[in-house]
């Protein structure tokens, strides 16, 4: 009997380190995952626009926003057509753009349940200092338009269903010349970036439409200079947009909306109104005070 009682003892006891150690094990487990998981900081993903890379504004703001939350923010600086594309496939956990129309569309489809609005600057027609079309001293934009397609003169087109590209296709069409119209030794398409597009016009001496704050930021000019501006329709608001989780449930939400609500605050406004390149101001601030 006694026997069996050391038997019976024996194996509680057994059972009982057995437990011990697995909660042991389960506990360091825990904690490595937890130090793991605070030893690779949270980041997302930001679908945005060459205009804002290549003026050099994420560089100022993005550093500042990552003191404050911790979370990295990962660009890819495409066309705004192409950032919104890559928001609609969830591979952004947000969309920072500047085509309204785009916008508001990408909200009606579901892919958004907010735009929220953040800056804006404007574009400008800029050409070189000759001016065959003569349009230096005019004050609207499709006026000019008509000019440089009148002339044939050089023009070079970003071509990359950028929220620019929208821009420049609604002027031709609100100054009457249909894209079809749009072709010709004249009428040349990159198909690229904002900087890029801007080199081309420098090389060639040809007349572009461009964003003021790629433009202030651009060294390589050539003989460029702006021949127009202050047009109402050169106006380049900049909106932006969390992806909706409902539709891709591996969107970082919360971390998405923290970044939205630090462009949107009086700390983001204030570093976006700092950004300026020779004293100039490139953005302007426009959140809509909550």
């Known amino acids: 009997m006694k026997e069996a009682t050391d038997n019976v003892e024996s194996n509680q006891g057994c059972s009982m380190r057995a437990g011990l150690i697995r909660w042991v094990l389960n506990a360091v487990l825990t904690a490595c995952v937890l130090t793991t998981a605070h030893a690779q900081p ?8 060459t205009s804002t890379e290549q003026s050099g504004l994420f560089k100022q703001l993005l550093p500042a926003f990552t003191r404050t939350s911790g979370i990295e923010v990962r660009v890819v600086a495409v066309g705004t057509g192409q950032a919104l594309d890559i928001g609609r496939r969830g591979d952004a956990d947000v969309v920072f753009v500047h085509d309204r129309v785009a916008e508001d569309k990408f909200v009606a489809e579901g892919f958004a349940t907010r735009r929220y609005d953040v800056m804006y600057n404007d574009y400008v027609l800029v050409g070189p200092k000759s001016d065959p079309a003569r349009i230096a001293g005019l004050k609207d934009a499709t006026h000019a338009l008509q000019r440089i397609e009148s002339a044939q003169a050089p023009f070079v087109s ?8 929208a821009a420049e296709l609604r002027l031709w069409r609100e100054a009457g010349i249909a894209p079809d119209r749009l072709r010709g030794s004249w009428y040349k398409e990159t198909g690229s970036g904002m900087g890029p597009a801007l080199n081309t016009a420098a090389a060639i001496g040809a007349y572009l439409l461009a964003d003021r704050g790629t433009w202030l930021s651009f060294r390589n000019r050539g003989d460029l200079q702006v021949l127009l501006e202050g047009d109402k329709r050169l106006f380049n608001p900049y909106g932006v947009m969390a992806v909706d989780a409902t539709r891709h449930p591996h969107v970082k939400r919360e971390a998405a909306q923290r970044f939205i609500d630090w462009l949107i605050s009086p700390a983001g406004q204030q570093a976006i109104a700092d950004f300026r390149i020779g004293g100039e101001s490139l953005f302007f601030p426009n959140a809509a005070r909550l």
């Open 42 to 49: 949270a980041f997302i993903v930001v679908a945005s626009t």
């Open 158 to 165: 970003r071509a990359d269903k950028s929220g620019t590209h």
